[in-house]
């Protein structure tokens, strides 16, 4: 290679042995420019090239003119100038129903929690973290492999003046370092075992979040199956009450009863029909809240079945305690607690191997090129030891700070222990009383269906009066409410029952006609 050097100039070059000034122009001392020099030049302007062009943002402006700014006054809204709000992508298009599902055919409660569970934000959410927690754990075991770094040096020397020889010189060059711990106490150990803990304590999260949609968007349906049922009911007892008023305008035109007994019993079918009007307005609302529950629009159209007249048991086999201690080794959320303590744990042993000495290896080689032809092969390997002897007492309240970090993570622990055998305890409790309810519920039904056919019958017949009439038919919408309730509330505490002892996930959560996700409920 050819090289116009002048003669008071003593020009070198540091590099391998490959070469790297292919093709490059000749500068105005004679040098080839190399492409790792090109390339760190060019990058540096970019560099400068954006700072400029981002001047307005990071200089220091005056008063009302930093960034996009804020409002007048404390009671003017803030307006946002043009640009700044970023629009949703137009290629997301909103979650629809599976292809499978057929219009006008009801759709099961399965088919709800498998739409909800892939449409839900929470559980991508929870399932991105615990990716995340995933790559942070590979990061973390980065520690036991050894660290090799290249690096690339370009440097101008100028030495002279006076009336002396002015001697140039420029170096520049890659050069290739290696470097490994060999011991520290347990510090790289520790920070595998956090991220380990972590990622653990995300996958449980995960289930946690999983369980807590399954149980919403049963939630929502039963509520919605029970509005529906109570639509119903109401619905019937329009129809009595109108047939109630045909007996008293009949009664009333034969002369035999009052304009009083009409007006009674219209002023009930009224009543009845405005209840039937508020119960049909919320079911609109209710069917909006399945439909939010399964990420879909409100405005989605769909059928679900009814309301099952029958319930397939009335007791749980098992006993509190059982539900108890499955609840404790099936819990994620408990479970998740415990691995953030753990982590908690494994943090104290990193802190403490911080004030503690380390020993690493390192080891550099490089090539040396100078503009008279020379080159040298430096080369070194060294043990390294260190040890910080006095830090200002941080590696002291560090520590500290880390222990009392690890106890109020165990504490925490026991918090959501003792929150988890508080929600089985009601939830069991509550099964049993929604059981005994539907027991009774469905006897006061019977006695108040029976007491409205024979007053009924008796004002028809002319022996009874119109209250008494009135008095039967309300108790009778009563007595069917309260049924239909009892029976829905049957199967959310069925559901919230497995919820609470860890067993409700994905599709095999309780149904309408079955007791799957409880175990001993058969």
Same mark, same amino acid.
């Given at each position: 290679? =050819?090289?116009?050097?002048?003669?008071?100039?003593?020009?070198?070059?540091?590099?391998?042995?490959?070469?790297?000034?292919?093709?490059?122009?000749? /500068?105005?001392?004679?040098?080839?420019?190399? +492409?790792?020099? *090109?390339?760190?030049?060019?990058?540096?302007?970019?560099?400068?090239?954006?700072?400029?062009?981002?001047? !307005?943002?990071?200089?220091?402006?005056?008063?009302?003119?930093?960034?996009?700014?804020?409002?007048? $006054?404390?009671?003017?809204?803030?307006?946002?100038?043009?640009?700044?709000?970023?629009?949703?992508?137009?290629?997301?298009?909103?979650?629809?129903?599976?292809?499978?599902?057929?219009?006008?055919?009801?759709?099961?409660?399965?088919?709800?929690?498998?739409?909800?569970?892939?449409?839900?934000?929470?559980?991508?959410?929870?399932?991105?973290?615990?990716?995340?927690?995933?790559?942070?754990?590979? $990061?973390?075991?980065?520690?036991?492999?050894?660290?090799? /770094?290249?690096?690339?040096?370009?440097?101008?020397?100028? &030495?002279?003046?006076?009336?002396?020889?002015?001697?140039? #010189?420029?170096?520049?060059?890659?050069?290739? $370092?290696?470097?490994?711990?060999?011991?520290?106490?347990?510090?790289? $150990?520790?920070?595998?075992?956090?991220?380990?803990?972590?990622?653990?304590?995300? /996958?449980?999260?995960? !289930?946690?979040?999983? #369980? !807590?949609?399954?149980?919403?968007? #049963?939630?929502?349906?039963?509520?919605?199956?029970?509005?529906?049922?109570?639509?119903?009911?109401?619905?019937?007892?329009?129809?009595?009450?109108?047939? !109630?008023?045909?007996? @008293?305008?009949?009664?009333?035109? @034969?002369?035999?009863?009052?304009?009083?007994?009409?007006?009674?019993?219209?002023?009930? %079918?009224?009543?009845?029909?405005?209840?039937?009007?508020?119960? /049909?307005?919320?079911?609109?609302?209710?069917?909006?809240?399945?439909?939010?529950?399964?990420?879909? &629009?409100?405005?989605?159209?769909?059928?679900?079945?009814?309301?099952?007249?029958?319930?397939? &048991?009335?007791?749980?086999?098992?006993?509190?305690?059982?539900? %108890?201690?499955?609840?404790?080794?099936?819990?994620?959320?408990?479970?998740?607690?415990?691995?953030?303590? +753990?982590?908690?744990? #494994?943090?104290?042993?990193?802190?403490?191997?911080?004030?503690?000495?380390?020993?690493?290896?390192?080891?550099?080689?490089?090539?040396?090129?100078?503009?008279?032809?020379?080159?040298?092969?430096?080369?070194? *390997?060294?043990?390294?030891?260190?040890?910080?002897?006095?830090?200002?007492?941080?590696? =002291?309240?560090?520590?500290?700070?880390?222990?009392?970090?690890?106890?109020?993570?165990?504490?925490?622990?026991?918090?959501?222990?003792?929150?988890?055998? %508080?929600?089985?305890?009601?939830?069991?409790? &509550?099964?049993?009383?929604?059981?005994?309810?539907?027991? =009774?519920?469905?006897?006061?039904?019977?006695?108040? =269906?029976?007491?409205?056919?024979?007053?009924?019958?008796?004002?028809?017949?002319?022996?009874?009066?119109?209250?008494?009439?009135?008095?039967?038919?309300?108790?009778?919408?009563?007595?069917?409410?309260?049924?239909?309730?009892?029976?829905?509330?049957?199967?959310?505490?069925? @559901?919230?029952?497995?919820?609470?002892?860890?067993?409700?996930?994905?599709?095999?959560?309780?149904?309408?006609?079955?007791?799957?996700?409880?175990?001993?409920?058969?």
């Amino acid at each position: 290679m =050819t090289r116009s050097v002048p003669s008071n100039t003593n020009a070198s070059r540091q590099g391998p042995a490959f070469n790297l000034d292919a093709g490059r122009r000749i /500068d105005s001392v004679g040098f080839r420019i190399p +492409a790792v020099a *090109t390339m760190i030049a060019a990058a540096f302007l970019s560099s400068a090239a954006t700072a400029c062009a981002r001047w !307005n943002d990071l200089r220091i402006a005056r008063p009302g003119r930093v960034g996009p700014g804020t409002s007048t $006054s404390p009671g003017q809204p803030w307006v946002a100038p043009p640009g700044i709000v970023s629009k949703p992508p137009a290629d997301i298009s909103p979650a629809s129903l599976p292809p499978s599902y057929v219009p006008g055919s009801p759709i099961t409660l399965a088919e709800i929690v498998d739409i909800a569970l892939a449409n839900n934000p929470s559980t991508r959410i929870a399932w991105l973290q615990a990716r995340a927690a995933e790559a942070d754990l590979g $990061s973390s075991r980065a520690d036991y492999l050894p660290e090799l /770094d290249l690096d690339a040096e370009v440097g101008h020397a100028r &030495s002279g003046g006076g009336g002396r020889t002015v001697v140039t #010189q420029m170096t520049y060059g890659p050069s290739l $370092s290696l470097s490994y711990l060999l011991f520290d106490f347990g510090g790289r $150990s520790a920070r595998s075992e956090q991220a380990r803990q972590t990622l653990i304590a995300a /996958d449980f999260e995960h !289930n946690a979040i999983i #369980q !807590n949609v399954v149980l919403a968007a #049963q939630r929502a349906f039963y509520q919605y199956v029970e509005g529906k049922a109570l639509l119903a009911a109401q619905e019937a007892t329009l129809k009595e009450l109108q047939t !109630n008023l045909d007996s @008293a305008n009949a009664r009333h035109e @034969a002369g035999v009863a009052t304009i009083a007994d009409v007006l009674q019993a219209r002023t009930a %079918l009224s009543q009845a029909r405005l209840n039937f009007e508020t119960i /049909d307005g919320s079911l609109r609302t209710i069917e909006g809240q399945l439909a939010t529950a399964m990420g879909l &629009s409100p405005v989605t159209r769909f059928d679900v079945g009814t309301l099952p007249l029958e319930v397939p &048991s009335t007791e749980v086999n098992e006993a509190i305690e059982e539900l %108890l201690a499955r609840a404790q080794e099936n819990r994620p959320d408990l479970a998740s607690a415990r691995a953030l303590a +753990a982590r908690a744990s #494994q943090r104290v042993t990193e802190v403490r191997a911080q004030g503690l000495p380390k020993i690493s290896v390192a080891t550099s080689m490089g090539k040396t090129y100078f503009g008279s032809g020379s080159s040298t092969s430096p080369f070194s *390997t060294s043990l390294l030891f260190g040890w910080p002897i006095f830090t200002g007492f941080r590696n =002291t309240y560090d520590i500290r700070a880390a222990e009392r970090g690890a106890e109020a993570a165990a504490e925490q622990v026991h918090a959501v222990r003792d929150q988890v055998n %508080l929600q089985v305890w009601s939830s069991y409790y &509550s099964l049993q009383t929604a059981a005994q309810r539907m027991t =009774t519920a469905r006897d006061l039904l019977a006695s108040a =269906t029976q007491s409205a056919e024979v007053a009924a019958g008796r004002y028809r017949e002319g022996v009874g009066s119109i209250l008494d009439l009135l008095t039967a038919e309300a108790a009778l919408q009563s007595a069917r409410a309260q049924e239909v309730q009892s029976r829905t509330d049957w199967f959310l505490s069925v @559901a919230q029952l497995a919820h609470d002892t860890g067993q409700l996930y994905g599709s095999a959560s309780p149904a309408p006609g079955s007791t799957t996700g409880l175990k001993g409920l058969q």
